[in-house]
């Protein structure tokens, strides 16, 4: 049998019950279509599905644009960050 891995998220508990139980009407388990998802993910390259829609229908207007995106990633790489000893001197960097 090849190596595993565990692989662990946090997701809502009626989000899970509701996909347990239309997996499990089909035959399958949360595992198993985590399982089936990995791997043609792997085999594809891509996702097997339109994230794009997916996220458009989760999370609606709340999806981040493409500004924040950048703004995240300058967060990530420490690009354009400022830098304060402590609040007054944040206060004085800001002309406050």
């Known amino acids: 049998m090849p190596a595993t891995a565990y692989v662990g998220t946090e997701i809502d508990t009626e989000i899970m019950d509701a996909a347990a139980k239309a997996l499990n009407d089909t035959g399958f388990t949360l595992a198993d279509a985590i399982r089936l998802m990995i791997a043609k993910t792997a085999r594809d390259k891509r996702l097997p599905f339109d994230a794009e829609a997916a996220l458009e229908e989760e999370y ?33 960097q800001l002309g406050i």
């Open 60 to 92: 609606g207007d709340e999806i981040p644009n493409a500004e924040t995106l950048k703004a995240f990633e300058d967060i990530d790489n420490r690009k354009g960050l400022h830098y304060a000893k402590d609040s007054a001197d944040m206060f004085k």
